[in-house]
């Protein structure tokens, strides 16, 4: 079976090389017949990848110590659910799913190039050239299917990080790699406008649900690692602005920039250029954060084996795929003049315009500040530490201007917004917004200026988006509809409307739960059987400690009984385990989570007297994240959901 | 306009990256062991090394972790080496969990009038566990925190 996927990735290689040929010629000498052939090397090239997944993954479920990767990534011990999410637990490993992803997008999109023929090769040329890289990979430098000398193969295998062994882990990187991988789409297809020189609306419209679908699994994949790092890493957050949160990161910024200045150009023709050079730039994104981490160029949790030659063929890439993009877009700038010029100040566009520089400039920090320590080693000879203050300190100045912009760009007019319409709709949600400030700067002046301003715009929105929903409910209303029927109706008709601002419900949500990060404490503590520590009305008692004894790691657990203001709540258990395999410690949290707060315990030690040590984080709102997070996710859905067209839009 | 926008926006964002910059507390350069030696001071530093095998106090009651630093991973020094190590009192029992005997770490901190290394924050190192790194490739890999 490994021989069979051996054998399919080589064919790949040559399939895809094959088909980029046969893309490339149709789409300058215009042939149908070789874009014919392309479209079939885009269905052919998927199924040899699944071939070949699908012989690593029977790889994994047998135990096949015959191949290296299997023998360094799998062992017996493992429950059989991880040893298939070791499978993209390696460099080699996710490179074939990174791979085969990309060819299943190829394929998908064969529809919408039967729909928009003209694009076609160009965007078979270019999905397939990716491919052919990734192959290339495959077969010669970080093979999958590499066999072990016979005298080298082992009965058992190395085993997968113990910190990757956890259900969100299992997910999490296919979440990303579906979202990363997707961007390719867009990407290719704004190629092959520039290049057929068809860059109206068209090619818009073909991947607008491909965009989003892929912006919609890029955030489920963020979220998860935050929520990863949250119950398994034991340091007390969710995001520390590790250079592989930031890779992922970057591309989310450009692509959410991109949905958003790309209907200045759907209403009003505007924007073409920049459009053109977010999409280019957010697959580049995609793939230059996939470098940075995987190659190890930057020091991460997830930097994989640092081979140099990976780094160089990997950047090589990343420069030819922007190269190839930019280039044509440089070469066809003179005919990509828009349709209009804008007229006001004071209009939608002119703020997604701001939305945009706002998101730039967001992506610009976090990519200097993932880059810097780099280039620091280079120029000055040795490698910078940037803190998580330095992030937070300079994107918040940014995000909170684009957090009010939620709540005021979706009031403004399209061309030119008159001040008595903006005084009408602004006035509830100005006068939420300041009573919150006020209020909290009263109730609690030691959040700080940041944390209540965030706050504060945070109702402000909120109150902006409720008017919109009522004043379109009301509406509704007049004409006899009961308000059930006509809240289906409002999100039937105009979803993507109406999805979008329950997506930034979501975000506002999140930004208002990180804002809590403000107002939390930690405390340390050393702590006998029978005493206590409190914390905020909160009173853990130390119960007992108790040997862990399980399969593949052991270690101890303190069970710590939970009161609050008196009542007993819960029994908490944060464990201190040790991997065997791997000799490697790792500190489980216990976490008692509510609506307005975390209590989170890590157990540091088990002392040589029986005591315990406990560091406790008090983490107001960190729930409502993930709560924002799921009417992010379900607002993006509803945006994107096929829904038969009954109506023409508003 | 949208070029007056961005160009404005641009201003005011190096502005805030010089502010960023000079923020001494969420930027700094770590030294080497030897680089501190020869120019230590009672600054705050940050100090690179490695935890000397056999050497890890913890002192419960005293809430603190100690141990020395060598400047060497132990096992490519000799144990003379030892004598050179720096004595670093970490203040807290919270250590991450890829502290340990022969650890990378980085301590931040200061020097005290007792030759003494005050810790108020110790970032430590692992060799990634992702792969079996090829041999020479170093500690490829990540800082956990515990940050006080």
Redesign the interface.
């Known amino acids: 079976m490994s021989d069979l996927g051996f054998y399919a990735l080589r064919l790949a290689l040559l399939v895809a090389a094959a088909g980029t040929l046969a893309g490339a010629l149709a789409g300058f000498r215009n042939s149908a017949a070789l874009a014919a052939v392309a479209r079939r090397a885009l269905l052919l090239n998927f199924a040899l990848c699944t071939l070949a997944l699908a012989a690593l993954f029977h790889a994994f479920a047998t135990l096949d110590f015959q191949l290296s990767y299997v023998a360094n990534h799998a062992a017996r011990s493992m429950a059989p659910h991880y040893r298939m999410a070791a499978l993209w637990g390696g460099q080699a490993g996710s490179l074939l799913l990174w791979c085969w992803m990309l060819s299943a997008y190829a394929a998908a999109a064969l529809p919408a190039m039967r729909r928009l023929p003209a694009l076609a090769p160009w965007a078979s040329a270019l999905l397939l050239g990716g491919c052919i890289f990734f192959l290339a990979l495959l077969c010669f430098v970080s093979d999958p299917f590499e066999k072990l000398p016979p005298a080298a193969v082992l009965s058992d295998g190395a085993g997968l990080n113990p910190l990757l062994q956890h259900p969100v882990m299992m997910i999490h990187p296919l979440m990303l790699y579906t979202g990363l991988t997707g961007f390719s789409l867009p990407f290719a297809f704004g190629f092959a406008a520039l290049a057929a020189q068809a860059t109206g609306a068209a090619w818009l419209r073909a991947t607008r649900r491909f965009t989003l679908w892929a912006w919609c699994f890029l955030s489920i994949g963020i979220l998860l690692g935050g929520r990863w790092a949250y119950e398994v890493l034991g340091w007390g957050g969710y995001w520390a602005w590790d250079p592989v949160e930031n890779a992922s990161l970057m591309p989310w910024l450009a692509a959410t920039a991109y949905l958003h200045s790309v209907m200045v150009q759907e209403k009003r023709g505007m924007l073409r250029i920049w459009n053109l050079a977010l999409v280019g730039l957010t697959y580049t994104l995609c793939l230059f954060g996939t470098m940075i981490t995987r190659s190890g160029l930057v020091r991460s949790v997830h930097a994989f084996a640092q081979t140099e030659i990976f780094g160089v063929l990997f950047a090589g890439f990343v420069l030819l795929s922007a190269g190839l993009f930019f280039g044509l877009l440089i070469v066809r700038l003179p005919r990509l003049r828009a349709e209009r010029q804008l007229e006001s100040v004071v209009s939608r566009e002119a703020g997604f315009i701001v939305n945009n520089w706002l998101f730039m400039a967001l992506l610009a920090i976090v990519f200097w500040g993932t880059l810097f320590p780099k280039l620091s080693d280079w120029l000055a000879g040795r490698e910078i530490l940037i803190g998580p203050g330095w992030f937070n300190g300079l994107t918040a100045p940014v995000a909170l201007p684009l957090l009010l912009l939620t709540g005021v760009g979706p009031l403004i007019a399209w061309r030119r917004a008159t001040p008595a319409h903006l005084r009408r709709h602004l006035a509830w949600p100005g006068l939420a917004g300041a009573a919150a400030a006020l209020g909290l700067a009263l109730w609690l002046p030691q959040a700080g200026w940041l944390a209540i301003a965030t706050w504060a715009i945070g109702a402000f929105v909120l109150v902006a988006i409720a008017g919109e929903f009522a004043r379109a409910l009301r509406a509704r209303a007049r004409r006899g509809e009961g308000p059930g029927r006509a809240l289906a109706a409002l999100l039937r008709k105009n979803q993507r409307r109406y999805g979008g601002y329950i997506v930034h419900i979501g975000m506002v949500l999140i930004l208002c739960g990180v804002a809590g990060s403000a107002l939390e404490e930690e405390q340390l503590a050393n702590i006998r059987v029978g005493d206590a520590v409190s914390m905020r009305g909160y009173r853990l008692e130390y119960r007992t400690a108790r040997p862990i004894r399980a399969q593949h790691y052991g270690g101890a657990e303190a069970r710590l009984a939970l009161f609050q203001n008196g009542a007993p709540l819960a029994t908490l258990t944060p464990e201190k385990r040790v991997y065997w395999l791997e000799q490697q410690p790792a500190s489980i949290p216990a976490i008692w989570s509510t609506l307005g707060e975390d209590l989170y315990v890590v157990l540091s030690a088990i002392e040589q007297d029986g005591s315990a040590t406990l560091k406790v984080h008090y983490n107001p709102l960190v729930n409502w994240i993930w709560i924002g997070g799921g009417a992010f996710i379900l607002g993006t859905l509803l945006v994107m959901w096929p829904l038969p067209r009954r109506a023409v839009p508003a | 306009?949208?070029i007056a926008?961005?160009a404005a926006?641009?201003a005011a964002?190096l502005g805030?990256?010089g502010?960023?910059l000079y923020?001494s507390?969420?930027?700094?350069?770590?030294q080497t062991l030897e680089e501190f030696r020869s120019a230590g001071t009672g600054r705050p530093s940050?100090v690179h090394g490695y935890v000397a095998p056999g050497s890890i106090e913890?002192d419960?009651p005293g809430?603190q972790v100690r141990f020395l630093l060598q400047g060497a991973p132990p096992h490519a020094s000799a144990p003379a080496k030892a004598a050179n190590a720096l004595a670093v009192a970490f203040a807290?029992?919270?250590?991450?969990?890829?502290f340990?005997p022969g650890a990378e770490v980085?301590v931040e901190g200061r020097l005290t009038a007792g030759g003494a290394f005050l810790a108020n924050n110790v970032?430590a190192?692992?060799p990634?566990?992702?792969?079996?790194?090829?041999a020479g490739?170093?500690a490829?890999?990540?800082?956990?925190?515990?940050a006080r």
């Open positions: 306009m949208q926008v961005g926006l641009a964002l805030w990256y502010a960023g923020d507390g969420a930027l700094a350069y770590y940050r913890r419960v809430r807290g029992l919270d250590v991450p969990d890829l340990g980085v970032l190192k692992c990634s566990k992702f792969e079996s790194a090829p490739a170093g490829g890999a990540g800082d956990a925190r515990a």
